[in-house]
């Protein structure tokens, strides 16, 4: 079955710099959007940025500027480039996928469990 898995989580100071990373596996189709999502202790998940099988991307208003989104469509893989990180930041990054499983002619949405970044003052 189809599977993301992310990995780069850690621990940083206050204006450093982390790279997340997550791959897709499994019989996949089509994937038509990946992303990451994250959600801090006691808020709800929010989008942080996305790319399309067209390489459109979107961002939270708070990550411009300073986040990255990037794929390697080759791999199944995509990239959060994370600079100038804040305390604001820490939460637990989810990558996310939208896509199409070879078995089927329909698209669904698909989460990996989560990777924690955690950003120290």
């Known amino acids: 079955q189809v599977q993301l898995v992310e990995s780069g989580g850690g621990l940083v100071q206050a204006g450093g710099s982390l790279r997340l990373s997550c791959a897709a596996s499994?019989?996949?189709?089509?994937?038509?959007?990946m992303g990451w999502y994250r959600q801090a202790p006691g808020k709800q998940r929010e989008l942080v940025t996305t790319i399309n099988q067209r390489a459109y991307t979107s961002s939270a208003d708070s990550v411009k500027g300073r986040f990255t989104i990037s794929r390697d469509s080759a791999k199944n893989t995509v990239y959060l480039q994370m600079n100038s990180l804040q305390p604001e930041d820490t939460a637990v990054y989810y990558c996310?996928?939208?896509?199409?499983?070879?078995?089927?002619?329909?698209?669904?949405?698909?989460w990996g469990q989560g990777t924690q970044v955690t950003v120290s003052s």
């Open positions: 499994g019989a996949i189709g089509n994937i038509n959007t």
């Open positions: 996310y996928a939208y896509l199409r499983p070879m078995a089927t002619s329909g698209y669904y949405n698909y």
